[in-house]
């Protein structure tokens, strides 16, 4: 078997998301602290009691046209245009790469939902003649995975992590572990998420997983504060363009950062609870942390998952204190952007590598009374404004129903 | 009962919806998979809305058989 201990380098960024149409729009919204969050105002949502979401800020039609539209799931042309931005924002499209190197690596938590819930409507309503062909290739989980494959034409592997939450994260992983093991001489990971539609909203509202602050959209979405009542369901997708440091040194591409450590652990806990201490969580982290051959000290920020449900971020608090301890300045993005699912851990890193270059951490939203548990109160949680920083390297974590814990370390260049 | 030149443009109207051909290519020689790009699941979407336009079902044992725009056209004339 081959090996690459090389270092692998991010040289392109990509997404879709609540607060933007792309990367620099989505980033300057999460710095002027705005909100994605709205309430839906169609008429099936009267019964319910979660009424809040984050939906795109721009629709995928005004990048994909028609006729390639409508063979696509919400989640595969949300994905698509992601990595196209992402791909063609590293120049590595460009670079000589052989096509049998490029591989893709996205993940979704849900997958083609509207899909399956769209044809199961018109099988009942017409019968199965009417139902789709394409149907199957737009509802399965590696849909996302597979559209974008064909978008950038890589013939060196499409794969689709599916960990509910952790998806984006893992996706990452593996995009490291190809090009370690080298598979691949170029990667493009990322993470897929567009499922706003009733039965997932009801879903999650029966788990009580979701905020039912109607009557206050964007402040109801807050990670760390006494009063959270649950996460808000977002839809989007964020892609990274992973290849290793010296061909991207030479050929001249600019890098956002490197990726030197994954870490990635199972509760066996509960299936959907996670671990009261974040047991699994600091398992994660301390992976992250040994392969990327940092300690926690290195690490001067943290994107944490704090999805604003009352167990989770106590659960994760207590899990970044004991591994990392309480110097890094964390920051909880989902306070705006609300909770893309899948595709939160591929866009928690790209705001990683964000603030990694700007030497910045986003303010975390919301917090009107910190919650009074003893880890959150000793975290070093920046509120309200975006804070200059001086650090070399940045974690975040992610975590999925299933017991899924992921943490990725990014250092500098 | 359409006319010939009724059944050609509204084949032309289908491809276009499903397929993103530009109408003016839609002419009687061309191959579905070879000159306009069309797979076979777009083939499947055809034949379904050729159903609705037309009221003419297409078996499939005979999809795999209509190569052209213009084999569609003589299969709709002949059954409807």
């Known amino acids: 078997m081959n090996f690459n201990n090389g270092d692998v380098v991010v040289t392109g960024l990509g997404a879709t998301t609540p607060l933007g149409a792309d990367v620099p729009s989505t980033w300057d919204a999460l710095l002027a602290g705005r909100s994605g969050v709205t309430r839906i105002t169609d008429e099936w949502v009267q019964p319910f009691p979660a009424q809040l979401v984050a939906r795109l800020a721009e629709e995928p039609a005004e990048k994909i046209d028609r006729v390639r539209s409508r063979r696509l799931d919400r989640s595969q042309q949300v994905a698509v245009v992601a990595a196209e931005e992402a791909w063609a924002d590293s120049g590595a499209g ?154 991207a040194k030479a050929r001249g591409a600019k890098v956002y950062g490197r990726v030197a450590g994954a870490g990635g652990t199972s509760d066996g806990y509960d299936l959907v609870a996670p671990h009261p201490e974040g047991e699994g969580a600091q398992r994660a982290i301390g992976a992250a942390l040994r392969d990327a051959g940092l300690t926690a000290a290195d690490i001067g920020h943290v994107n944490a998952h704090a999805t604003s449900t009352p167990v989770g971020d106590i659960a994760e608090a207590a899990a970044i204190l004991e591994s990392i301890g309480d110097h890094a300045a964390v920051a909880a993005t989902k306070s705006q952007t609300g909770h893309l699912l899948g595709a939160a851990g591929a866009l928690e890193s790209v705001f990683c590598l964000l603030a990694l270059r700007d030497q910045v951490i986003p303010g975390t939203q919301n917090i009107e009374q910190l919650d009074d548990a003893a880890a959150v109160q000793k975290l070093d949680i920046v509120r309200g404004e975006p804070r200059k920083a001086t650090f070399s390297a940045a974690l975040n974590d992610s975590f999925g129903f299933g017991g899924h814990n992921m943490a990725l370390v990014f250092p500098t260049a | 009962m359409a006319s010939t030149a009724e059944i050609q443009s509204g084949l032309a109207e289908i491809l276009e919806e499903v397929a993103g051909v530009a109408p003016a290519d839609a002419t009687p020689e061309k191959s579905f998979t070879e000159d306009l790009d069309v797979d076979s699941l777009s083939m499947v979407e055809i034949a379904t809305a050729v159903e609705d336009k037309f009221g003419v079902a297409i078996p499939d044992d005979e999809l795999g058989g209509i190569k052209t725009v213009g084999d569609a056209i003589s299969f709709i004339e002949k059954h409807q």
């Open chain 1, 94 to 247: 460009d670079a000589g790469y052989d096509s049998l190197r490029v591989a893709v690596v996205i993940g979704t938590g849900i997958g083609g939902a509207l899909t399956l819930l769209g044809q199961d409507d018109i099988l009942e309503e017409k019968g199965p003649k009417r139902v789709s062909p394409f149907t199957i290739p737009m509802l399965m989980p590696n849909g996302p995975a597979a559209a974008v494959g064909l978008a950038i034409a890589a013939r060196g592997g499409v794969h689709a992590p599916v960990s509910a939450c952790a998806s984006g994260a893992e996706a990452i992983r593996w995009g490291l572990d190809m090009l370690r093991l080298d598979r691949a001489d170029v990667v493009l990971v990322g993470g897929a998420e567009a499922c706003v539609h009733p039965l997932p909203m009801a879903g999650f509202a029966s788990m009580r997983a979701m905020s039912t602050r109607n009557d206050d959209p964007e402040h109801a979405s807050r990670p760390f504060d006494a009063g959270r009542d649950g996460f808000i369901l977002a839809e989007g997708a964020a892609c990274l363009v992973l290849e290793r440091a010296d061909a």
